[in-house]
Structure formats: structure tokens, C-alpha cells
């Protein structure tokens, strides 16, 4: 089992923790994992992203060029890495920010309303977890269970409080995947117009 995953978008979405989020869960699964960030010099509202390869034997290298799977917060996030994303990939993409649907016919695609649902919960800060539960859910990578055990790890203890609101935001994401497998909502499709 080999799975690179590209998490982007801006700074202060949350970016950086979500995949490390991803790490710590996949670790706790016994898989070998590498986490790469990379941000702009502004940080907070800059360009951030950050590559997570996960495997269940050695990595031969950690970087993510060409990801299975794209996790795109913003539209410059998604037109600059969705062209790199391997055919028969996935991009979940926020639906809430980004205008432009990706156009690739060989990949498919999830729109996450991702920051209307993070508010529905009280904090749009939680939008990037709300992305990574519907991941969890279509991927089977590793369990929701172990990103919701990850959450103390991640958070510094001063963020203890929204640990909450970070488990309500994985389970939605996977409650929307859940749902448009049982043809109740949106669907997971291959190609978008």
C-alpha cells in the first residue's frame, strides 16, 4: 500500500496540522509515513502546503510530486497542483472557496461544502479536518478512530478545547462520503464540467 497525499491551500487554514494529523493516524496504524511541509514567507495568509506519503513498507522518498490524492483548501491551490495529481487519483476540493471545479476527465472528483459546514460547528477553523474525514472515509487509509486519537498529539495543549469540535469535523466529512455512497448526496465522480 503506497499513498501520497498534497494537502494546500493558505496559511491559518489549517494546512500544516491536517496533514500532520494524517501522519500521526497513519502512524498509529503501524504504517511508515513522511510529512513534508512547505509555506510562503508570510505564513498566516501565504501559500501553505504540505506532502504526506504513507506506506506499509519503506518510503523510498518523501516527497510528493505526484500525488494520488490532492486535498485543495483554495482555487490558486487547485489550479496550481491539481494538472499533478496521477490519473485514476482523487481531489476533494473546497467547495466553499474555489469557483473552478477541476476539469481533469481521468480523476475523481469531491466538492466539500468544507467551510459552511465548519461554521455550521462554530468554527471555520475546523474546515481543513472536515476535508480530511471525507479522505478517511473514501480512502480507507487509516481509520477515523485514529485521527480523532491523533487530535491530543497535534493540537498544542493550549488548543486542548477544540479537540471537540476537530472529532465533529472528521465525522461530518465522513458522514458526507457516507451518504453519497448510500445516493443520498453529491457523489465521488470521475471528471468534472
Not at 479536518?129 to 498544542?156: C, D, F, H, W
Amino acid at each position: 500500500m503506497l499513498a501520497e497525499v498534497l494537502l494546500a491551500g493558505f496559511g491559518g487554514q489549517g494546512i500544516l496540522s491536517t496533514g500532520m494529523l494524517l501522519a500521526y493516524a497513519a502512524m498509529a496504524e503501524g504504517l511508515n509515513v513522511a510529512w513534508i511541509p512547505s509555506y510562503g514567507p508570510e505564513m498566516r495568509g501565504g501559500t501553505a502546503n504540505c506532502g504526506v506519503t504513507i506506506a506499509d513498507g519503506p518510503i523510498s522518498s518523501p516527497l510528493v510530486v505526484e500525488p494520488d490524492t490532492l486535498i485543495a483548501m483554495n482555487q490558486p491551490s487547485l489550479d496550481k497542483f491539481a494538472p499533478a495529481v496521477k490519473p485514476g487519483g482523487l481531489i476533494i476540493y473546497n467547495a466553499s472557496l474555489i469557483n473552478r471545479p477541476p476539469r481533469r476527465e481521468d480523476v475523481r472528483v469531491l466538492a466539500v461544502q468544507a467551510n459552511e459546514i465548519a461554521e455550521r460547528l462554530g468554527n471555520v477553523k475546523v474546515a481543513c479536518n472536515v476535508m480530511l474525514g471525507a479522505y478517511l472515509a473514501i480512502s480507507g487509509v487509516t481509520s477515523l478512530q485514529r485521527a480523532v486519537e491523533a487530535l491530543p498529539k497535534v493540537l498544542p495543549p493550549h488548543r486542548h478545547n477544540l479537540i471537540a469540535v476537530n472529532e465533529e469535523a472528521l465525522a461530518a466529512g465522513a458522514r458526507l462520503v457516507e451518504a453519497a455512497a448510500g445516493g443520498k448526496a453529491g457523489d465521488v465522480s470521475r471528471g468534472s464540467s
